[in-house]
Structures are given as C-alpha cells and as structure tokens.
C-alpha cells in the first residue's frame, strides 16, 4: 500500500534548538509534499510545500527539503521558541487524494 | 473573511441515527474536502469535490455522503451512524481544484457516537 509515515510521535527539544521532524513515503513517488502545524483542538495550517524538482525550500526558520532518492522530507524549525509547540503532518499527492501522515508532536522547552 | 466554517462544533449521536455535517467556504475556492482524523491514524480523505458539481471518493468513504450544494458548501451526510465513526471532522478548501493546492481547514467537528 502507498504510505506516509512520521517516524517520530513525538519530539522534545531545547529553546533555541533546531527541530528535525522526518516524513517518508513508500510505494509512490509524490510529485509534491506539503507540511501543515496543527494547534490542539483546531484544523491544520498550511506551511510550506516541497515539489520533486526542489531540493529544498525556506520560509523565515523554517525549512523542508525533499530526497526522492531516500523517499524522505525533513523540515527543520531553527532557533525555535515554545510557540513552536504543536503537532506537524506531512501530506502528499496521491492521484487522486491526499495521504496525510499522523503527525509529529513537537515541544520546545523554555 | 471567516475562511471555512463548520456546523455544529460537537455532537453525540446514539447508534443508528443520521446527522449531515455543514460545511462553508467564503473563499471562492473551487475544490473542497471532508477528512476525518483519529488518534494515531493521521488524517484519511472521506470525500472530495474537484468543482460545483463533482463529488469524488476518498480513502475512506463507506458509510458517508456528500452533497456539494453550491460553490461555497459542502456537506457529508451520515446515513446511520456507527461507533467506529466516532472522530474528529474536519473540511477543507482549495484554489484551483486539484490536490497540488494549499488546503485551508475548518475548525473541525467533533462527533460522538454511542
């Protein structure tokens, strides 16, 4: 079956740190991949998306790259603060729908 | 702009009722999507609806309906409601009615079913 997976549940890390969450996909290869920050109790919010041609991408501390050689997105929050904290998914094009992975739970602590 | 609005924002329903689950966007968006999410499973497309008048399935339609009324609303009906549809809802919206679009989500409904 196509997947995307978030390797990690959760993530616990230092204010000022760098944030490395990881999303791979097996079965497909996407043409795109998109991350989104979920708050709790709301809907996802767009971040960023990474097509296959792009290498990487950045939007002020943030950064996601895309290897389609290792079918693997990493995105990267630098110097990140408390405000951080929230859960991140990945998504991908499927055809004809989406395929969202679970998410990453990430915490910066102060 | 309120963006993508869903109605109601909880609900508990007993085994075997129907409900329909209201969804708007006031973003002139041509593609719109019903998603559920569970814990540990991530989000799984239920329906989706490219343009005004299309309606397509997604991962996981059985059991569900939709109805895209006009442009702007696009409901997901439950027919007879069952346990295992105990999950939180959520609608999107998109630009240009293909899935390369950013999606823009509504606030989500939480749904009970005992």
């Known amino acids: 079956s196509q997947k995307i997976e978030q390797n990690s549940e959760a993530l616990n890390i230092q204010e000022g740190k760098t944030a490395t969450l990881t999303c791979n996909y097996t079965?497909?290869?996407?043409?795109?991949l998109q991350w989104y920050r979920q708050d709790p109790g709301r809907g996802p919010v767009f971040l960023l998306l990474?097509?296959?041609?792009?290498k990487e991408k950045r939007k002020e501390r943030l950064k996601v790259t895309f290897d389609t050689t290792l079918k693997q997105s990493l995105f990267h929050i630098t110097a990140s603060q408390p405000a951080d904290s929230a859960t991140y998914l990945c998504a991908r094009d499927n055809n004809n729908d989406m395929r969202f992975g679970a998410g990453t739970r990430l915490t910066v602590k102060p | 702009n309120a963006g993508v609005t869903q109605t109601p924002k909880f609900q508990v329903l007993k085994t075997g009722q129907s409900m329909t689950l209201q969804c708007a966007q006031d973003m002139n968006h041509n593609s719109m999507y019903w998603y559920r999410q569970d814990p540990g499973m991530g989000l799984r497309l239920i329906y989706y609806?490219?343009?005004?008048?299309?309606?397509d399935k997604g991962e996981v339609p059985n059991g569900y309906n939709v109805s895209r009324l006009n442009k702007r609303e696009f409901s997901l009906r439950l027919e007879s409601a069952a346990p295992s549809q105990t999950s939180v809802y959520f609608c999107?919206?998109?630009?240009?009615?293909?899935?390369?679009?950013?999606?823009?989500f509504g606030p989500g409904t939480r749904l009970t079913v005992l």
């Open positions: 990474i097509r296959e041609n792009e």
């Open positions: 079965n497909y290869s996407p043409a795109y």
């Open positions: 609806s490219a343009s005004e008048g299309t309606t």
């Open positions: 999107a919206s998109g630009g240009a009615g293909s899935f390369t679009d950013t999606q823009y």
